[in-house]
């Protein structure tokens, strides 16, 4: 498995049974017969969604949303096994560390979020560069245990997508508070204007579906346009300093 210090990519073992049945799951993101409720995007990037993201949102109200959205993620993985759920348990056996969902009051966080991505004609990008550490690291997440993680990945599933469309990339470039002023994207990370990256080294990865990347989510990364079907299950991972793993969305 290649590895740099930014990101690390494999696809999951042929014994793996997710990709059939979670493919054809994810794919009711863009039906009627849905069973699971999608709703649009609320953070201005084109796409539906079936879970809750934290961006731009008080904890409150996005343990709100987990609870009602929780049984709509879970009705997703019916009959197959579920990607994030494996991925959290082999990690928590492997490192010998607990890992689990993030807490907040009495609440707790989804394990992943699936989101049919819909393409972007007027932009080179169907997600603008960004980092996501701003969100995190701000005055609406006080009290939340998020804020005390001393690294965060950002953990992305390619149940579908064409290959050499939707390409990741990665800047050489990482988030810091004087950067994240200047780009005027304190406390969201998004987006990044182009003129501020405009001469940054970068490196576009192609994924394939099946594909499991983990970023370093400090990094200021973007994707790339696709005129093709794009789902993706996504959540984040944070170390704390007692040892113990936290995953939310």
């Not at 993985?77 to 991925?87: A, V």
């Not at 579906?209 to 370093?216: A, I």
Request: glycine share 8%.
């Amino acid at each position: 498995m290649p590895r740099t210090n930014w990101y690390e990519t494999g696809s999951m073992p042929s014994g793996f049974m997710v990709l059939p049945k979670a493919m054809s799951a994810t794919r009711s993101l863009e039906t009627s017969e849905n069973p699971a409720p999608s709703f649009p995007r609320k953070d201005n990037v084109p796409g539906l969604m079936v879970g809750e993201s934290h961006y731009a949102k008080t904890p409150s109200a996005y343990y709100e949303t987990c609870r009602q959205s929780c049984e709509s993620v879970d009705s997703l993985f019916d009959g197959t096994e579920d990607p994030g759920r494996r991925l959290y348990t082999t990690v928590g056996r492997h490192l010998e560390r607990n890992v689990r969902a993030a807490h907040f009051a009495h609440g707790e966080a989804l394990h992943t979020r699936a989101i049919a991505w819909q393409d972007r004609p007027s932009s080179s990008f169907l997600l603008q560069p960004h980092d996501d550490v701003s969100q995190v690291f701000c005055e609406r997440n006080k009290g939340w245990e998020i804020v005390d993680i001393r690294t965060l990945l950002a953990v992305n599933f390619y149940a579908s997508c064409k290959a050499g469309q939707g390409m990741l990339r990665v800047y050489d470039l990482r988030h810091s508070p004087e950067l994240a002023m200047q780009a005027k994207v304190e406390g969201v990370g998004y987006p990044y204007p182009a003129e501020l990256l405009s001469s940054t080294r970068y490196t576009d990865l192609a994924v394939r579906t099946g594909d499991l990347v983990l970023l370093n989510g400090a990094f200021i990364h973007g994707v790339t346009r696709s005129q093709e079907h794009r789902i993706v299950l996504n959540s984040f991972l944070g170390d704390l300093r007692d040892g113990e793993l936290i995953y939310w969305t």
